[in-house]
């Protein structure tokens, strides 16, 4: 089984940053893409960035220039650094995963159990 625990959100002010931290656990044989999805109170859960094994980032056009997505493919872990916060950043934030358990297995979706991020005004 695949575990990805995301750790770094809270309350912060407009104007400031946040860095969230996801770590992938349990049976892995390899990790594809990891990424993180957000999703607001009656929105649908939506991407902010991703980024490759190989280190190519693909950021939404709503947080680039603001959000930073990094990993460390040795640690198993993906990272959302968060610059000039506003408001309507506000959602909990979604650790997604795309994880090959064994050499057998095929890749699949994972998804952390999300965390919260509040921006106020």
């Known amino acids: 089984q695949v575990q990805l625990v995301e750790s770094g959100g809270g309350l912060v002010q407009a104007g400031g940053s946040l860095r969230l931290s996801c770590a992938a656990s349990g049976v892995i044989f390899d990790i594809n893409a990891m990424g993180w999805y957000r999703q607001a109170p009656g929105k649908q859960r939506e991407l902010v960035a991703d980024?490759?094994?190989?280190?190519?980032?693909n950021h939404a056009d709503s947080v680039k220039g603001r959000f930073i997505i990094s990993r460390d493919n040795a640690k198993k872990m993906v990272y959302l650094q968060m610059n000039s916060l506003k408001p309507e950043d506000t959602a909990v934030y979604f650790c997604n995963a795309v994880v090959k358990a064994t050499y057998l297995s095929a890749y699949r979706d994972y998804w952390g159990q999300g965390t919260q991020v509040t921006v106020s005004s």
């Open positions: 980024i490759t094994s190989g280190g190519r980032a």
